[in-house]
């Protein structure tokens, strides 16, 4: 009986060291996993270079290290380069360099890595000096897939901009508040006919150097599903577009949404390529604010004006100065004096003869008129009038 109280207290001594030794086992096996995960790292990223140096992409770090211990991995490259090489002419195409990358994999999820880019970043096309540079506030990538093909890619840039590289100086060349590409494998995989759908974000966006148009800031949602790739191998573009073309490929813009000041404009279509690299196809717009749009274009000057033929070449590639002129003289065969009265007011009558094209409608609760853009063989036709050309792709 004097033994019977102290059988109870021994068995508790022992459930209570079981859970600290438990525990200390589950920290040195992990611990033990992790360094193992860790020294696996430099083994896959040699062997994922080899792999992607065969398809033309060649990546190399001056300096690497891994940390992170004791739930994920980071990989710390500094000193980064890209190099894309055309493996049928074996050609640089470009080089880039930037200043350090950390990557980012959680240890139970490894084909998911999260990236963080350090700028500036130079960009040459392999054969000349830096002809860009780039950098940002904050630059982050999301790839899934790897160290295999990745099946998705996600970018998000704040605050990039893009600078042009003119006699050894900067030339500021595209800005953006944010920036976000995101893209994914719908079908096939990364070298065997993929079918790609991306989407592109730019909030506060701006280009300068093209047209005045363009200088202002704008918002664009951009989404895309793009057929007739053979593969993600580097290849000049004429290449590639020749490729898509061969493969009676095509871009279709699911929807794309711009919005500039006053101007709100939205767009869906499909577009291809000829045999001679020429774009085809159609965009339906609808479009609200155009008329405010006339003025930065220059139209109001050039009716005004006598339309020069300079000033044409601008603002419409490929339109005549003459074709206007017997335009304008049409009007006045018509109706006595309407030509004059377009050019002298040049904001209501041009935006009289687009509204003429189309149909009216709503979009957002505002105004607008709808109308088709067409493209035919690298001629752009607003209607029944060309207004542009583009020029072939290859």
């Not at 270079?49 to 690497?64: F, I, L, N, P, W």
């Amino acid at each position: 009986m004097s033994r019977s109280p102290q059988a109870p207290r021994r068995r508790s001594l022992v459930g209570l060291l079981i859970a600290p030794v438990l525990l200390l086992i589950a920290a040195v096996g992990w611990s033990a996993f992790w360094f193992f995960a860790a020294s696996q790292v430099d083994v896959q990223a040699d062997a994922w270079r080899a792999r992607e140096a065969k398809s033309g992409r060649v990546y190399d770090c001056a300096q690497r290290s891994v940390g992170g211990f004791p739930f994920r991995l980071e990989v710390r490259c500094a000193d980064p380069t890209v190099a894309l090489f055309s493996q049928a002419a074996g050609t640089p195409l470009m080089n880039a360099k930037l200043d350090e990358i950390l990557v980012v994999a959680q240890v139970w999820d490894p084909k998911r890595i999260i990236a963080e880019f350090k700028g500036p970043a130079t960009i040459a096309d392999g054969r000349s000096p830096a002809a860009f540079t780039a950098n940002w506030r904050v630059g982050q990538a999301s790839v899934r897939g790897l160290p295999g093909p990745p099946q998705r890619a996600d970018l998000v840039f704040e605050q990039p901009t893009i600078d042009r590289i003119d006699g050894g100086a900067p030339v500021p060349a595209a800005r953006a508040d944010h920036a976000e590409l995101h893209g994914r494998i719908a079908e096939g995989t990364a070298s065997d006919h993929p079918l790609l759908e991306t989407s592109l974000q730019i909030d506060g966006g701006s280009i300068q150097g093209s047209h005045p148009l363009l200088a202002e800031p704008f918002n664009t949602d951009i989404q895309a599903r793009v057929t007739g790739l053979k593969d993600f191998r580097p290849k000049p573009w004429p290449e590639r577009f020749r490729e898509i073309q061969a493969a009676g490929g095509h871009v279709e813009i699911v929807q794309a949404r711009i919005q500039q000041g006053e101007l709100l404009a939205l767009a869906a279509g499909t577009l291809g390529l000829t045999a001679n690299g020429g774009i085809e196809g159609k965009v339906q717009m609808t479009v609200a604010g155009i008329e405010k749009v006339i003025p930065a274009l220059g139209l109001d000057k050039m009716l005004e004006n006598g339309v020069p033929q300079g000033t044409l070449d601008r603002v419409a590639p490929g339109v005549k100065s003459q074709d206007v002129n017997n335009l304008l003289g049409a009007l006045d065969r018509a109706i006595p004096s309407l030509g004059k009265v377009v050019k002298q007011n040049a904001n209501v009558g041009v935006a009289i003869g687009i509204n003429a094209l189309g149909k009216e409608t709503t979009l957002e609760g505002r105004k607008a008129r709808t109308f088709p853009l067409r493209f035919s063989d690298g001629v752009v036709v607003l209607g029944p009038f060309k207004v542009a050309r583009v020029p072939p792709l290859f």
